[in-house]
């Protein structure tokens, strides 16, 4: 998983850039996690709990995306597709256009456990 993380030049909020079959997972740690400390906690208590056999799946639903936790990975995708939304009609969706082409992306729980830390790390949680 490739991923960077940036201030935005223009209003200096930290922003999440992601390889291509990762995308999704951008503006999810932007909006969904932020600069919450309480929901970096949140979620890495959901992976200690997985890892260790207190849970077999955890489902954490945002505002706009969820995150599903189970021994194997995670998988984080949009509420919208979560919940069964029609698809754009084809005229919105030509190859030209690319309009939530990826709203479902995965990865390991290591490689999650390590985006969140270093999430933590560049927007100054370091506590974590």
């Not at 919450?36 to 260790?52: G, H, N, R, Y």
């Not at 597709?81 to 029609?86: K, P, R, T, V």
């Not at 698809?87 to 995965?106: C, K, R, Y």
Request: hydrophobic residues 40%; charged residues 20%.
């Amino acid at each position: 998983m490739e991923y960077e993380f940036i201030h935005d030049a223009v209003t200096g909020q930290a922003r999440a850039q992601f390889s291509l079959e990762h995308q999704v997972i951008g503006p999810w740690i932007e909006t969904e996690v932020g600069h919450s400390c309480d929901k970096l906690a949140q979620l890495l208590t959901a992976i200690d709990q997985v890892e260790k056999g207190q849970q077999a799946e955890i489902l954490i639903t945002g505002q706009e995306y969820s995150v599903a936790i189970n021994h194997e990975d995670i998988a984080i995708q949009t509420n919208a597709s979560l919940n069964g939304a029609d698809p754009l009609p084809d005229m919105f969706t030509s190859e030209h256009i690319n309009i939530d082409q990826n709203e479902v992306a995965g990865c390991g729980l290591d490689d999650f456990r390590q985006l969140l830390l270093s999430w933590a790390k560049f927007t100054n949680n370091l506590h974590f």
